[in-house]
């Protein structure tokens, strides 16, 4: 391990005030947002919506990065979406009409997920086996199986945002 690189955020023990069951997920959104900032520190702005043999471009990975936790978090809270959610989810990808940067992009994910680890520290343990609707056909889940699914799901598109980025440096 490089001196200068911290240990991955699960082996730096439990993050304060998240309750021991849910540690695991707070571990995953921080990672993905510690690795998704170092990332997109130096990415070039002019290839944020560009799509690699037809890949999902990086600006959508982290629009729906962010776009994803909220929603589930809102689901985990009992809620449903609100407008402003909706009309979040129908532009994920979508060229604004004033161009985002990537670091705009990055600092919206990370304080999405600062919202999150705040939502989990008052997560009441006893609360994760209830049950909880998604969306309006209401499919059934539990706050656990949401958050779990939000850290789980985060992680899965971190990847492929990190390949994607990648494969579009070497192109340079």
Sequence with gaps: MDDNKLPEVWQRGPTAGVPALLQPVAHALLQADEEITALM??????????????????????????????????????????????????????????????????????????????????????TLTDGRGVGRAQIPSTVIGLLVHAAEHTMRHTGQLLVTVKILQASL
């Design 41 to 126: 520190a130096d990415f070039q702005n002019n290839m944020l919506y560009e799509k690699p043999a037809g890949l999902a471009s990086p600006a959508f990975h982290l629009q729906h990065l962010t776009g994803v936790l909220d929603r589930l978090l809102t689901y985990a809270r009992a809620e449903m979406l609100s407008p402003e959610q909706l009309n979040y989810l129908a532009n994920e990808g979508k060229v604004a009409e004033k161009a985002y940067t990537a670091t705009q992009l990055a600092a919206a994910f990370s304080s999405q997920v600062q919202k999150a680890i705040h939502q989990i520290k008052h997560t009441d343990e006893s």
